[in-house]
């Protein structure tokens, strides 16, 4: 990863992603064609209002879409799936925790891609404690 003399912008953060995305299993990434990443500096205040959350700061990815496990061959036609990724909040955790900010990406990346498929947070929680316990 290069050593960054200004904080990474938008088109860095969204080439880590995208290199995450590449590096998931194909049994997987068959799954996510059509899948839009987008990368913004913040949440807007709607999205922060209908998560029913109170700083942007605690937001760090998004998952907008209909999960697989709701999805119906009857359904409309319907907008793509998107990842939506905030720069910001991801950077001020890279900062306080120190984390490889790659890897700190794509975990976010990976949590959202995870709600594509239909994972909840406490699910996708639970999966991240048991892959720290082994």
Same mark, same amino acid.
Do not use: C, K, N
């Given at each position: 990863?290069?050593?960054?003399?200004?904080? $990474?912008? /938008?088109?860095?953060?969204? #080439?880590?992603?995208?290199? #995450? @995305?590449?590096?998931? $299993?194909?049994?997987?990434?068959?799954? @996510?064609?059509?899948?839009?990443?987008?990368?913004?500096?913040?949440?807007?205040?709607?999205? !922060?209002?209908?998560?029913?959350? *109170?700083?942007?700061?605690?937001?760090? &990815?998004?998952?907008? &879409?209909? $999960?697989?496990? /709701?999805?119906?061959?009857?359904?409309?036609?319907?907008? $793509?799936?998107?990842?939506? !990724?905030?720069?910001?909040?991801? @950077?001020?955790?890279?900062?306080?925790? &120190? *984390?490889?900010?790659?890897?700190?990406? &794509?975990?976010? @990346?990976? %949590?959202?891609?995870? %709600?594509?498929?239909?994972?909840?947070? #406490? /699910?996708? *929680?639970?999966? /991240?404690?048991?892959?720290?316990?082994?």
């Amino acid at each position: 990863m290069p050593a960054y003399t200004i904080p $990474p912008g /938008e088109a860095d953060i969204l #080439a880590m992603a995208e290199a #995450a @995305l590449a590096a998931l $299993p194909q049994r997987l990434s068959r799954h @996510l064609e059509g899948l839009t990443i987008t990368v913004e500096d913040m949440a807007d205040e709607e999205t !922060l209002a209908s998560l029913e959350i *109170e700083s942007a700061w605690e937001l760090t &990815g998004l998952y907008r &879409g209909i $999960p697989m496990t /709701e999805r119906s061959v009857s359904d409309p036609v319907r907008l $793509p799936d998107t990842i939506m !990724l905030y720069r910001d909040p991801i @950077l001020i955790e890279w900062i306080e925790t &120190g *984390e490889d900010l790659a890897r700190l990406v &794509g975990s976010v @990346l990976v %949590h959202e891609v995870a %709600h594509h498929f239909g994972f909840s947070d #406490a /699910e996708i *929680e639970r999966i /991240e404690a048991d892959m720290l316990d082994r």
